[in-house]
């Protein structure tokens, strides 16, 4: 039995081959210089800092629509991007930073941070595990607020998960 392809103009033989025919037809579609072109992380973050050095007032809904991906993929990249350094938000202004220049936001920023700095501060020899039980939140919060701090150069760690311990560097509270 031959029919007509979905909006091909080609001929598929039934029994397996049109639903597979069909599923490159959509890749050919959505994806035209192939798969390996599509958003990656990479590119979308090149192309927000592209963005951002055009529009450095922008908001992260016009990044998002501008790049053709949803607001969360925008709003995530662009943290990912924050907690590297490369961008930084000074007076509802983006700043790109320099090759080189080193950019350390010392600030702890929520209550979850500044809990967890105290904590390692009074007890360094602690693991994570510990610690999310002694400040009764989860250790996926707390893995996520320590290696935000460490991005920022906040607190880092010697030695290994069990045996070593955290060193807390200059940090600023919040006003």
């Known amino acids: 039995m031959v029919r007509d392809n979905y909006r091909k103009g080609g001929t598929v033989i039934h029994g397996g081959k049109e639903k597979m025919m069909y ?6 579609t959505k994806y ?6 599509a958003n990656t992380g990479e590119t979308i973050e090149k192309k927000i800092l592209e963005f951002i ?3 450095p007032y922008s908001l992260t809904i016009e990044i998002a629509e501008a790049l053709g991906v949803s607001y969360m ?7 990912g991007l924050k907690d590297k350094g490369i961008i930084a938000k ?8 320099e090759e ?19 904590t390692l ?9 510990n610690l999310a039980s002694e400040l009764y939140l989860s250790p996926t919060t707390v893995r996520r607020t320590i290696k935000t701090l460490q991005n920022r ?8 998960a069990r045996k070593g311990r955290w060193i807390v560097h200059e940090y600023n509270l919040k006003n």
């Not at 000074?90 to 930073?97: A, F, G, L, P, S």
């Not at 080189?100 to 105290?118: K, N, Q």
């Not at 501060?121 to 595990?129: A, G, R, S, V």
């Not at 150069?153 to 290994?160: F, K, L, N, Q, W």
Request: aromatic share 8%; charged share 30%.
């Open 23 to 28: 599923s490159l037809y959509i890749c050919e």
């Open 32 to 37: 035209p210089y192939g798969i390996n072109q």
């Open 53 to 55: 050095r055009r529009k």
């Open 73 to 79: 993929t925008a709003k995530r990249r662009i943290t």
């Open 90 to 97: 000074e007076n509802e202004r983006w700043v790109i930073m």
């Open 100 to 118: 080189g220049e080193i950019h350390t936001d010392s600030t702890l920023r929520d209550p979850f941070e500044v809990s967890v700095v105290f």
């Open 121 to 129: 501060e009074k007890n360094p020899e602690i693991t994570i595990e």
């Open 153 to 160: 150069g906040i607190v880092s760690r010697i030695g290994s």
